[in-house]
């Protein structure tokens, strides 16, 4: 067994002892090599709430500056008649696209498509996002990617048949059966079917007993 890495979560420093793990905000600043969760949904629906889907879009969309609009722009021209006609994952991942393109100058050492997307997508069965999604971090941009998904027997079953393989699967994890949705159990099985190392355990502490837990699962990160 690896020497269990650990992440953070955090709003902007990062923490001694562990990587940074940041829903991005344009408006704070980060280290080189810190990992993103994107998008950021809680801020994006604070902004439809006052300016409406569009509205929140083009605020995200004024941010950038020219080349990162051209760059857009040119990852976008296939898939204009799409964005015209309002579909739900060409939204989806225009709002991806335009994240990516504010965190490309920090050389995120990870990108972790955000669970809230994920999730979504999963009861929709619209695999379009996230294939979409993993298609341009690792194939156009070359990065590592991950997901973040609270259901992980669903998110396995349906990342097996839309052929979708991240390096990671953030998912709560953790000896108190927090947030491990259908049911603890569940989640520990379909845990073992994925391979446990590239599991990354979302805990609400990591003590010994949860190193302990972890590592009798097989579960290297958290």
């Not at 504010?102 to 995120?108: D, E, F, G, N, S």
Request: proline share 5%; charged share 25%.
């Amino acid at each position: 067994m690896k020497k269990q890495k650990q992440y953070r979560f955090s709003q902007d420093k990062r923490s001694e002892g562990s990587d940074g793990v940041h829903f991005f905000d344009p408006d704070k600043t980060y280290h080189q090599g810190d990992a993103f969760v994107i998008p950021n949904m809680a801020a994006f629906i604070h902004d439809v709430s006052d300016l409406g889907n569009i509205g929140a879009l083009k605020k995200r969309v004024f941010k950038l500056n020219f080349f990162q609009l051209i760059r857009l722009a040119w990852w976008n021209k296939s898939n204009i008649l799409s964005i015209a006609k309002k579909e739900f994952h060409a939204g989806v991942l225009l709002l991806i696209q335009i994240e990516l393109l504010q965190i490309l100058k920090y050389r995120p050492s990870m990108v972790i498509l955000s669970d809230q997307i994920n999730d979504l997508s999963y009861s929709l069965n619209n695999k379009m996002i996230i294939q979409g999604a993993q298609k341009l971090i690792t194939k156009t941009l070359n990065l590592p990617f991950a997901i973040m998904t609270n259901n992980l027997p669903v998110a396995a079953d349906k990342l097996a048949i839309w052929k979708v393989k991240p390096i990671y699967i953030f998912t709560p994890f953790n000896r108190f059966g927090y947030e491990m949705n259908p049911d603890q159990k569940s989640v520990e099985t379909a845990a073992a079917m994925v391979d446990p190392s590239r599991i990354v355990a979302i805990s609400p502490e990591i003590k010994q007993e949860d190193k302990d837990y972890l590592t009798k699962h097989g579960i290297e990160n958290a």
